[in-house]
């Protein structure tokens, strides 16, 4: 007779490449002389009743353990059907059937879960007490298994649910999983791509490991298009390699593709994804040494195209864009974007069939590289840039005459001086005056503004060699100290950036604004944040997207994400002081205090990667460093 019985997610410090969820059998013979591999009267089962009976144990459970709303999944009891082919559907429909809609609350899934098949002798103290809470018993499976019945169960343990409905319907930001963490708050790119029912997929990436895309991806049966640089290297080696796949992209003069934008098609939705890393595995937390962000949004189809958006765009296209309906500024940012990156028009035309009204809150601003067109300038003007930048802050009510707070955590450095740092603070404060326009007294004030009001964060050298993959894990971490030492670089406004999750390195591209607190004009305005591909360098954040643009610029994409109204509308408080994560609203300018800065405010958004407070970089404590 089987006690019990549990299908469960993986220890969340699993290897690399583990998957989301672990079946495991726990069974108890009650029949007295009856131990494992026997059945009822003590007879071995056959290969057959072995293969339906481990089918039926692994989804069978009793009412003690039901996954309710909070998590919990209610498997039903599945009848014995005779081809292991229908067994085997049979157990993936309830699988998916049962998993709660959302597969990122992981504290619920825990607690229920158990570790693996394999890793049954081997569990911790905290694991046995957990199992122990549910009186669950751990004993051999009652049969021989069968080739085919491992290999089921495997695939049951690898098995990643997918969503046939919207799961992120008004977007979400989410870190990148890290192997050997425990999960919390946190993604998977198998979980983002949903490759099971993916229909197509367009993925852009500055880096790019094809064989690890293609174990997540499967282009014979998803459409795939990787927007690249044209001069790619690689890109006729892969398209060789990978017959089915399309590869699109801006002109090879157009500058570096740093982009990052995914746009995922299923049957019932689209899913648009901004992550900051690339699309290679160690960006994905599969090394478990560097951790991203990801922003994602899921968008219902229109029951009917409401108009044909015009690919070309024009004045018949604007004149669809509205502040309410499904085509939203956020939907033209996008659509233009596309449209210059020389993606498909078939891939427009499934972009126009998306629903975007959910959108209308959020920016979606980018760089667009080098040498347009005259429509594609006019086109860009209102997203790119700094200039875009100001632009979307102003259209969200978020701009602010008085002093604000930026935060920024980038991966990459470039040749800084304190008039972009300017710029970079004027554009977040929605103001359309860079520091190419700005001169005199009004120069001045607002350089003096962002020394004392913005810094950016920055792995220092010791925060580096401790990390977990140490200085051979933070290639894609840029800074020469030939720009570090130059006179004009802005070092006083640096400080280190070193991860809340214990050794792992940042490869965030991530802007936090939000009111002074003695800035009373400012107080009214809500925090937001900017997550993305751009960097703090020039050639990340043009100034202006108007003719003669400067020689050597990026393609990047990024949102503009304000907080809930509820989260910024609390009083005000001084900060203690500690990395005290559990408030909402406590805002501390730069100049009360100079060890520690507040990022409460930001708590309902994400999860503030950065721990805090952060000490300065310098002498004593240098940041990382390419070349030295």
């Known amino acids: 007779m089987v006690e019990v019985i549990d299908l469960v997610s993986s220890d969340s410090n699993g290897s690399e490449g583990e998957a989301m969820a672990n079946a495991k059998v726990h069974t108890e013979l009650h029949n007295p002389g009856a131990g494992s591999g026997t059945g009822q009267h003590g007879e071995c089962l056959s290969e057959d009743e072995g293969t339906r009976l481990a089918m039926k144990l692994s989804l069978e459970t009793d009412d003690s353990s039901?996954?309710?709303?909070?998590?919990?999944?209610?498997?039903?009891?599945?009848?014995?059907?005779?081809?292991?082919?229908?067994?085997?559907?049979?157990?993936?429909?309830?699988?998916l059937q049962s998993v709660h809609s959302n597969p990122l609350d992981r504290k619920e899934l825990a607690d229920c879960f158990a570790v693996g098949l394999k890793d049954h002798q081997t569990l911790t103290g905290d694991e046995n007490q957990n199992l122990a809470?549910?009186?669950?018993?751990?004993?051999?499976?009652?049969?021989?298994?069968?080739?085919?019945?491992?290999?089921?169960?495997?695939?049951?343990?690898?098995?990643?649910?997918?969503?046939?409905?919207?799961?992120?319907?008004?977007?979400?930001?989410?870190?990148?999983?890290a192997s050997g963490f425990p999960r919390e708050d946190d993604i998977k790119f198998e979980e983002v791509v949903q490759s099971s029912i993916l229909k197509t997929a367009v993925l852009s990436s500055c880096q790019w490991d094809d064989d690890w895309l293609f174990s997540k991806v499967d282009c014979k049966k998803t459409k795939v298009s990787l927007v690249m640089d044209e001069n790619e290297p690689r890109a006729p080696q892969m398209h060789q390699k990978h017959k089915y796949l399309?590869?699109?992209?801006?002109?090879?003069?157009?500058?570096?593709?740093?982009?990052?934008?995914?746009?995922?098609?299923?049957?019932?939705?689209?899913?648009?994804?901004?992550?900051?890393?690339?699309?290679?595995?160690?960006?994905?937390?599969?090394?478990g040494h560097m951790e991203n962000l990801v922003f994602l949004i899921d968008l219902p189809y229109l029951s009917e195209t409401v108009a044909k958006y015009p690919t070309t765009g024009g004045q018949a296209a604007r004149s669809m864009i509205t502040k309410e309906g499904p085509y939203t500024k956020f939907f033209d940012a996008v659509h233009v974007f596309c449209t210059l990156m020389n993606i498909k028009p078939p891939i427009l035309e499934q972009l126009c069939r998306c629903d975007f009204t959910a959108t209308k809150d959020l920016a979606f601003v980018f760089g667009a590289?080098?040498?347009?067109?005259?429509?594609?300038?006019?086109?860009?003007?209102?997203?790119?840039?700094?200039?875009?930048?100001?632009c979307q802050v102003t259209r969200l009510r978020l701009n602010c005459n008085g002093n604000i707070q930026v935060n920024m955590i980038a991966s990459s450095i470039g040749n800084l001086t304190y008039d972009f740092v300017t710029a970079l603070y004027s554009a977040c404060q929605g103001s359309q005056a860079t520091a190419l326009e700005l001169s005199g007294n009004s120069k001045k004030g607002s350089k003096d503004a962002a020394k004392t009001h913005m810094r950016i964060y920055f792995p220092s050298q010791h925060v580096v060699k401790a990390s977990l993959g140490g200085t051979k894990g933070?290639?894609?971490?840029?800074?020469?100290?030939?720009?570090?030492?130059?006179?004009?670089?802005?070092?006083?406004?640096f400080f280190e950036c070193n991860n809340v999750r214990e050794g792992l390195l940042l490869h965030d591209k991530i802007i936090f604004v939000q009111p002074s607190r003695r800035d009373n004009e400012a107080l009214s305005v809500r925090p937001w944040v900017y997550i993305g591909s751009a960097n703090c360098s020039e050639s990340a954040w043009v100034r202006t997207y108007e003719k003669p643009t400067p020689k050597s610029k990026n393609w990047e994409c990024g949102v503009i994400v304000p907080t809930p109204q509820e989260s910024s509308a609390s009083t005000p408080r001084l900060n203690t002081g500690q990395n005290d994560m559990t408030g909402l609203g406590l805002m501390a300018t730069l100049e009360e205090t100079t060890s520690s800065v507040n990022l409460n405010a930001f708590e309902s958004l994400l999860p503030v990667p950065m721990k805090l407070p952060a000490q300065k970089l310098s002498a004593g404590n240098e940041p990382w460093t390419v070349d030295k």
């Open 133 to 177: 809470s549910r009186k669950r018993k751990l004993a051999p499976l009652p049969f021989q298994a069968s080739k085919k019945t491992k290999t089921t169960i495997e695939f049951l343990t690898n098995y990643i649910p997918s969503y046939q409905e919207p799961i992120f319907t008004t977007g979400a930001i989410k870190r990148t999983w």
């Open 66 to 95: 039901p996954l309710d709303t909070q998590g919990h999944a209610n498997f039903q009891e599945v009848r014995i059907l005779d081809s292991e082919e229908e067994q085997i559907r049979q157990a993936i429909e309830l699988s």
């Open 474 to 493: 933070a290639g894609t971490i840029f800074l020469l100290q030939e720009y570090w030492q130059k006179p004009r670089f802005p070092r006083d406004m």
């Open 369 to 390: 590289g080098r040498n347009l067109s005259d429509d594609h300038y006019r086109l860009a003007s209102p997203y790119a840039g700094l200039s875009g930048l100001a």
């Open 246 to 287: 399309a590869i699109c992209g801006p002109e090879s003069v157009s500058g570096i593709m740093h982009s990052k934008l995914m746009l995922l098609f299923y049957e019932h939705y689209a899913r648009l994804v901004v992550p900051t890393g690339n699309l290679v595995p160690y960006d994905w937390g599969e090394t």
